[in-house]
């Protein structure tokens, strides 16, 4: 398995514009895990999903951050509209259910908004 | 909100030295693992401790879980450069048939040659 695909790498942006986060979870996972990592935060847990249904969204900061789960294969969490504060490390995890399983993180997605 | 204080923040030692790190909180958690990120990674799992008291050791590495499964420390002997990372503690807790990691914002370990 290749792990967790996380795309795009990079992303700039100009505030205001729309973002959009995507995340291949591992085969067989059903669990997956979005975060936010910043210097100063560190990493913050955003959303999670079990069995591609958002189970917590109580770490997304506001309206304009939203997450969807269509499938078991695919999530996006989309920024609308995006703000400068929003740049930061976005990371997309799986695990296959259970208190004391591993997650596996993607590379994440460096968004700068400017 | 379940929080996890990690300590130091910082820490910059060299080569042979060893270092505990500490992870501490007032919630008690189902287990607590650590993880290693390296710049331009996501974290990557270290070790899982799950019993109160239980010490689980990788190498150089030795792990330890609080009785009370509040805190856990990371003890590294003999440190090499290759050891340099962002070192993360992470508590699972859990509703029923799901659960979440809780990350602390981690204690970054810098290792002079």
């Known amino acids: 398995d290749a792990g967790v695909i996380q795309s795009p790498r990079h992303e700039v942006t100009e505030m205001g514009q729309e973002v959009t986060l995507r995340c291949k979870p591992i085969?067989?996972?059903?669990?997956l895990f979005w975060y936010r990592q910043t210097m100063m935060r560190g990493l913050e847990l955003l959303i999670y999903?079990?069995?591609?249904?958002?189970?917590?969204d109580s770490g997304m900061p506001e309206d304009r951050f939203s997450a969807k789960m269509p499938n078991a294969s695919f999530s996006t969490l989309k920024i609308q509209p995006s703000e400068p504060r929003d740049s930061a490390v976005y990371f997309c995890?799986?695990?296959?259910?259970?208190?004391?399983?591993?997650?596996?993180f993607g590379q994440g997605t460096r968004l700068t908004v400017v | 909100t379940q929080l996890l204080e990690q300590s130091p923040q910082f820490l910059s030692i060299q080569e042979g030295e060893n270092l505990t790190v500490y992870c501490n909180s007032s919630?008690?958690?189902?287990?607590l693992q650590w993880y290693r990120q390296e710049p331009g990674e996501g974290p990557v799992l270290l070790v899982t401790?799950?019993?109160?008291?239980e010490v689980k050791k990788l190498k150089r590495l030795t792990f330890q879980f609080g009785d009370a499964r509040k805190d856990s420390s990371l003890h590294i002997t003999a440190a090499q450069p290759g050891d340099t990372g962002l070192y993360l503690c992470?508590?699972?807790?859990?509703?029923?048939?799901?659960?979440?990691?809780?990350f602390g914002k981690g204690t970054l370990l810098t290792v002079n040659p």
């Open positions: 995890a799986s695990s296959f259910q259970g208190s004391n399983t591993e997650a596996f």
């Open positions: 085969s067989g996972h059903n669990s």
């Open positions: 999903f079990n069995n591609n249904v958002p189970i917590d």
């Open positions: 919630s008690v958690f189902s287990s």
């Open positions: 401790v799950v019993t109160g008291g």
């Open positions: 992470a508590g699972a807790s859990s509703g029923g048939s799901n659960y979440k990691l809780t």
